[in-house]
């Protein structure tokens, strides 16, 4: 049985473009000392809001199903908040 036709594009581009944030965050930012757990985290509520973004119907760089542009602002706008994410909000071992 196939079951790709289950699968949504928008929602595997939405992954991709998540962890290609994550990554490139991960990687240029400045603060090397964080975990990638938390960056990941903040990448994907911003991927999130872009998403919202296009639900609202506001003007947007789509990429296939996927709301590129804001996405990536507001992944980029959340990283600050990385650090405020505690291993007990997240449910990490120390």
Known sequence: MDLLHLIHPGY????LLTLAVANAVYAVWPMRGRRFLRILITSAVGIVLGQVWALIGLPALQLGDA???PGVLFALLLQPLAERLTPRALRLPR
């Open 67 to 69: 709301n590129l542009l």
């Open 12 to 15: 595997v581009l939405a992954a």
